[in-house]
């Protein structure tokens, strides 16, 4: 059997590292909130101290690991093993994380961006465990994604493949942070149904959403109010016909065998999911839409964790054993 992987996740919200079997099981984990003015040098260094933490408590030893994998917060060049920049952090234009992280661990390295990181952990480990062709979107604060072919990521000629946050699905919409109007991450993310919210409330619409002070509604506080409120239930109806929408251009392009919806968002279930469903139906060919299973990913806050191993396990870099 493979040996475990040492898996590195770079978010917004937390470092983490962990030692993961090639079952997904996690043998040790150690976590910390990222410092937004933490340099790539410091990032790495809080790296090393959280894997070695979680190497300890996986009673594991560095000998005994195959390979490391690494989650970005950001766009990276995959053949180059370098990253583009951070969504997050500052300094962090053109830096080989590939070669620097193998060289640390001393271990063969993988590096990728946390939504292809998430795609192959739902596809190894979650919601889409056993499928083949998959596509995975995170919706959060931004809207990504990633595709699973063949149980491959497919990168595209320049590593940027996945990009369904950015497909126009509202004509003259609301101003995207890409620039552009009306992308699917506008209306779609966090941010948007936010904003959504609020604009029906300055427009006198009557909600229980009025309730709450404005600067601090949430897409969380919609979601959790649509099985009551009938403006909060039009809202995610409407996301998830966007939703649907971007989701049935894709499906008609590569006919997955499953879609995973994770990211914050998704963790508004069915309220969200069903109105997905519908507007997938309606929009992609039937023969796309025959066996398609459309589902909240269940890896949650682990997505970059596991999708980080499962980087390191599945993509063919193991070493035979370590001198
Ligand atoms: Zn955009």
């Known amino acids: 059997m493979a040996a475990p992987a040492l898996a590195l996740d770079i978010g917004g919200t937390k470092l983490a590292a962990g030692v993961v079997t090639p079952t997904g099981e996690v043998l040790g984990e150690s976590r910390e909130p990222t410092d937004p003015a933490s340099s790539p040098e410091r990032v790495l260094e809080a790296l090393f101290e959280l894997s070695e933490s979680a190497i300890q408590q996986s009673g594991a030893g560095w000998r005994e690991l195959g390979a490391v994998g690494v989650s970005f917060g950001g766009p990276v060049d995959f053949p ?4 583009v920049r951070c969504h997050h952090l500052p300094g962090w234009e053109g830096v080989p994380l ?13 590096m990728d961006n946390d939504a292809n990181a998430a795609a192959l952990g739902e596809t190894a480990f979650g919601a889409a465990r056993g499928c083949e062709h998959v596509l995975y979107l995170t919706v959060s604060t931004g809207i990504g994604g990633g595709l699973v072919l063949g149980n491959r990521i497919y990168r595209g000629a320049n590593s940027a493949a996945g990009e369904i946050g950015h497909t126009l699905v509202a004509p003259g919409g609301p101003e995207c942070t890409c620039g552009r109007c009306g992308c699917l991450e506008a209306v779609a993310s966090g941010p948007g149904i936010a904003r959504a919210a609020l604009a029906a409330l300055e427009a006198g619409e009557a909600s229980t959403l009025a309730r709450i002070p404005r600067e601090a509604l949430t897409a969380r506080h919609v979601a959790e109010a ?16 966007y939703l649907g929408l971007g989701i049935a251009a894709a ?37 796309s839409v025959r066996d398609l299973r459309i589902a909240a990913g269940e890896l949650r ?11 390191a396990l599945r993509e ?4 035979t054993g370590r001198t």
């Not at 180059?80 to 990253?83: F, I, K, L």
């Not at 008609?252 to 508004?268: D, H, Y």
């Not at 063919?316 to 070493?319: A, E, H, K, Y």
């Open 80 to 83: 180059a093993g370098r990253t």
């Open 316 to 319: 063919g870099i193991q070493r």
């Open 301 to 311: 806050d682990r997505g970059g964790l596991l999708g980080a191993a499962a980087l």
């Open 251 to 287: 499906v008609n392009l590569m006919n997955p065998e499953m879609v995973v919806i994770g990211g914050g968002v998704s963790e508004a279930g069915d309220v969200l999911l069903e109105p997905v469903r519908r507007a997938v139906r309606r929009g992609a060919v039937p023969e």
């Open 226 to 241: 649509a099985k009551s409120d009938s403006l909060a239930t039009r809202i995610m109806d409407r996301v998830g016909e």
């Open 98 to 110: 590939r070669n620097l992280a193998a060289e640390r661990a001393g271990l063969p390295a993988v």
